[in-house]
């Protein structure tokens, strides 16, 4: 059994504690869910681990849409009503199953979300990655958030401050270009950030970014440094259902917060 999967098992058994505790059902505040590929193979996850199959997704999508007092919301809506649960999608590097799995699914559900791109392997035309005309094409629907996710998809806190605001902004000028629209949205690769790389985002002009620290967003959250669950291969329709209730966000002491 690989590692990766030994650290889930522990992670679920954790995850049925805190359940069996007796967390409240679905709390309110804002969850971001972080997607990478749906369905198909992609270089940079050689183990799947970030690839979830097409059929869990779907289900996923049936159980959030059956949820009384859940609504899908886009990432940087500006009127949350924080009374309700509020449920943001979003998706990491810019895939083109993005594209040909996901989108005419949470299309056809009018729900809105976002696709963090990582410019330079669009530019690159790697065949795993949208096209240009493809970003073009989605920007274009009014469901669809078009973000950045750098250049290169560096860890931007290793990067020194001429290395960080490059790939902040020419990932940000690049897809401006291209759609036509104001880029705001923001996803640290590796949800790697600290206060220096939070305030250079800010600078070159996000208005709204996420991490990778998995919890829920309460009311008055730094916009910049808006926590994400992470759903992979391992998630199955059960454990998104425990995600959604929280039941996973202890898995927020892993890291600090950036926001301390």
Known sequence: MESAQIKNILRKSITQLYSLAGLKPIPRGHRVFMFHSIEEKVELDPNDFFTVPLKDFKEELIYLKEQ?????IKLDEDKIDWDKTNVSITFDDGYKN???????????????????????????????????????????????????HSVSHKSLTKLNDEEL???????????EEL???SITTLAYPYGAVDRRVRDMAEKVGYKTA?????????????PLLLNRSELNSMDNPKSFAEKLRGHWDWYRYRHKDPAK
Do not use: W
């Open 210 to 222: 996420v991490c990778s620290r998995f919890d829920i967003n309460k009311e008055g959250r730094d």
């Open 68 to 72: 009384k007092n859940t609504q899908v």
């Open 98 to 148: 993005n594209m040909t799995m996901a989108a005419p699914l949470l299309i056809q559900n009018k729900m809105p979300f976002s696709i963090f791109i990582a410019t330079g392997f669009v530019k690159n035309q790697h065949p795993d990655f949208m096209s240009e005309e493809q970003i073009k094409e989605l920007s274009t629907n009014p469901l669809v958030t078009i973000g950045s």
């Open 165 to 175: 605001e490059r790939e902040l902004s020419e990932s940000k000028a690049y897809l």
């Open 179 to 181: 759609t036509q629209k």
